[in-house]
């Protein structure tokens, strides 16, 4: 069976022509996570200049004022609390019951949760049905994840990146990366694929440097085009993004 047909998924933002209300996530799943948008995304272009950091360093987008608290959080279930705002970004601390944090942004792709937890010096991204929030989130700025300010990855993005179309589906490839078993964990894809109309945020990772394929559902019919992005992923961090030179359909 093709990978995309075994792929869990869950539709976090439904903007329908009709102005339904958007399904809510429940819980932090497998990836890929879809959203339905209606903004054209525009690939990033990685600079040369970045100078890695070992912590997470993106300032809240909100001052608070005196009429003004960032919204508060506890944490109701054992979790993850990641370095992005899917399950396919790499883990950044485990969660107990009863750690509490605020949170200072959402995710622009998900509903998820960008969050300061007391007993962290760093922020981190967790799904919503994993913390009790008290306090009106809708008022955060929404903000894309800077994957480089992590850490300093040893080993630069995927190379010999190509994909290639088979009616609806597309097969991403690469040479291997490799690194050492302590360092690996792998690769990262980020994409916005065209599904049943709907263009959608689609991420994947895979868990070692051995696996150096994926094949994707992508149709014709988006007012936009497809398009995605791979990093190679270590234990220290994000490389930067090499493009998937993307099939037309």
């Known amino acids: 069976m093709k990978k995309w047909q075994s792929l869990l998924f869950v539709f976090v933002f439904l903007l329908a022509a ?83 944090g605020t949170v200072r942004n959402r995710a622009l792709y998900s509903n998820w949760l960008y969050i300061k937890f007391d007993k962290l010096n760093y922020f981190c991204w967790v799904a919503p049905s994993v913390v009790d929030v008290v306090g009106d989130v809708s008022t955060l700025k929404k903000i894309e994840p800077n994957l480089q300010s992590i850490g300093s990855n040893r080993y630069g993005p995927p190379q010999n990146v190509q994909a290639t179309r088979n009616g609806d589906e597309v097969t991403i490839t690469w040479d291997q990366m490799e690194m050492t078993d302590d360092d690996d964990r792998g690769y990262l894809i980020e994409a916005f694929v065209c599904q049943d109309g709907a263009y959608l945020w689609w ?10 394929s994926y094949t994707v559902w992508d149709e014709a019919g988006c007012v936009s085009p497809s398009w995605g992005k791979i990093y190679t992923v270590e234990k220290h961090g994000f490389s930067y993004p090499a493009e998937i030179p993307w099939p037309a359909p």
């Not at 903004?39 to 300032?59: D, G, H, R, S, Y």
């Not at 705002?85 to 969660?95: K, V």
């Not at 991420?203 to 150096?212: F, H, K, L, V, W």
């Open 203 to 212: 991420t994947d990772s895979y868990p070692n440097q051995e696996e150096t």
């Open 18 to 100: 009709c102005g339904a209300p958007a399904p809510v996530q429940t819980e932090e799943t497998a990836t890929p996570i879809i959203v339905y948008i209606t903004a054209t995304p525009q690939p990033v272009t990685p600079t040369l200049t970045f100078t890695p950091t070992t912590a997470v360093t993106n300032t809240p987008s909100v001052t608070p004022t005196p009429e003004f608290t960032f919204p508060t959080v506890t944490v109701n279930k054992q979790a993850h609390c990641r370095y992005g705002p899917s399950a396919a970004y790499l883990h950044a601390a485990d969660l107990y019951a009863g750690d509490v």
